[in-house]
């Protein structure tokens, strides 16, 4: 039957099919593989990316737990993540702002350089895309951009901590 499941439920809504929403979609799977293809132009691991993606873009300071938590890694290998990136020169242990007896991390003037130089071609690219536009298109644009930014801001923030539980561990 068409529109129902080998499983016998009904089929879960389609999700928007607006040309403007399918090209969002794509923009945000093709996110993945260039956070991966950051990595390889900078020889580290993808998860070493995540992470000074995570220091840079955060508006406060983090420290290992949160790093790790960002990252869903454990404890023990969210330390392991930042001995290795600041052994790299890429991160450096900095007291912090608001808490004597706590540290924080930060990506080093040296990584940020790294990172904008292996993004050029991207950013080029994205530069000559934006002044193809009006001025008009480009503010719909930045506004549309921004108006998704908070829709997926907000998804994030009311995700249940810990995921639902499965049929298996129900029974």
Do not use: C, W
């Not at 593989?33 to 990316?49: F, Q, S």
């Not at 071609?121 to 193809?132: I, W």
């Amino acid at each position: 039957m068409e529109g129902v499941p080998s499983t016998g439920e009904p089929a879960p809504a389609a999700p928007p099919s607006s040309e403007a929403a399918r090209a969002l979609r794509e923009v945000l799977r093709i996110a993945g593989d260039t956070r991966a293809a950051l990595a390889r132009r900078l020889g580290i691991g993808a998860t070493d990316a995540a992470a000074i993606d995570h220091l840079v873009s955060s508006p406060e300071p983090l420290g290992p737990v949160e790093l790790g938590n960002r990252l869903g890694i454990r404890s023990a290998s969210a330390t392991t993540l930042v001995d290795r990136l600041v052994q790299a020169g890429h991160v450096a242990r900095t007291p912090h702002p608001h808490d004597r007896r706590r540290l924080s991390l930060e990506v080093t003037e040296s990584a940020v350089g790294e990172v904008l130089e292996a993004l050029r071609p991207m950013l080029v690219g994205v530069d000559r895309a934006v002044a193809r536009l009006t001025p008009e298109q480009a503010e719909a644009t930045a506004t549309f951009l921004r108006e998704v930014a908070e829709v997926m801001r907000d998804y994030v923030a009311t995700a249940p901590e810990e995921p639902p539980r499965t049929r298996a561990d129900r029974a």
